[in-house]
């Protein structure tokens, strides 16, 4: 069974303070990893696709990483309006197109 | 371009009683998803179209939740009748098809769902 464990599960950092989130996945065979940011009573927000180990994406604070079994999320000088829950999820090959998802980290960036 | 619409985007109502949510993906995309959230869980899949077909339908509850998409455009999640294990965000998604990026999904603000 396909298995993405998120950590940690809550994440307080300070104006400034770079630091990384952590998604580890266990599937028969990856397709894809997802990045999505969700606020507070909203959807979550697609923010990046990962296909293959040593592949690297960045946006503006964010850039996330990928290897054979985990992907990191780091977070360079954040803001408070980075504050959110992030999800990770994965997508097989050769499924049904869902994605499987973790838990989520809550980051909470305080000014 | 106008993102995934979904109404209402609150609704309590008491158990035993039926509750529908509506969904209008984004224009052009053919794959649509309804996901079930609960509190401090990621979304988890309840049933996936291909335009007007259902092609997983695997994790809908069959004996109470119910799904159609009739002309391949919105699409309907009904709960009949709810428990109050119901209780939850209702997400809808929606991807583009038969390119890469056709894997990446993107989700409307969600219904929640409070059954008393």
């Known amino acids: 069974e396909d298995q993405v464990t998120q950590s940690p599960e809550a994440l307080r950092l300070q104006e400034g303070e770079s630091s990384s989130l952590n998604c580890s996945y266990t599937v028969s065979g990856l397709r894809g990893l997802f990045w999505y940011r969700q606020d507070p009573g909203k959807g979550p927000e697609f923010l990046f696709t990962?296909?293959?180990a040593g592949e690297e994406k960045e946006k503006e604070r964010l850039k996330a990483t990928l290897t054979k079994k985990e992907s990191f999320l780091h977070i360079t000088a954040p803001k408070p309006e980075d504050s959110a829950t992030y999800l990770c999820?994965?997508?097989?090959?050769?499924?049904?197109?869902?994605?499987?998802f973790g838990t989520g980290t809550r980051l909470t960036i305080i000014p | 371009e106008a993102g995934v619409v979904q109404s209402p985007r609150y609704k309590i109502i008491e158990k035993k009683q039926p509750v529908a949510f509506w969904c209008n993906p984004i224009?052009?995309?053919?794959?649509l998803y309804w996901y079930r959230q609960n509190l401090g869980q990621g979304p988890e899949l309840l049933i996936r179209?291909?335009?007007?077909?259902?092609?997983?339908d695997s994790q809908l509850p069959k004996d109470r939740f119910s799904a159609e998409r009739l002309k391949g455009v919105d699409s309907t999640l009904k709960i009949q009748p709810a428990e109050l294990g119901d209780s939850a965000v209702y997400l809808c998604?929606?991807?583009?098809?038969?390119?890469?990026?056709?894997?990446?999904?993107?989700f409307g603000p969600g219904t929640r769902l409070t059954v008393t």
């Open positions: 999820a994965v997508q097989v090959n050769f499924g049904n197109e869902k994605l499987t």
């Open positions: 224009s052009g995309h053919n794959t």
């Open positions: 998604a929606s991807s583009p098809s038969g390119r890469r990026n056709s894997y990446e999904q993107y």
């Open positions: 179209y291909e335009n007007e077909e259902a092609v997983d």
């Open positions: 990962l296909y293959s």
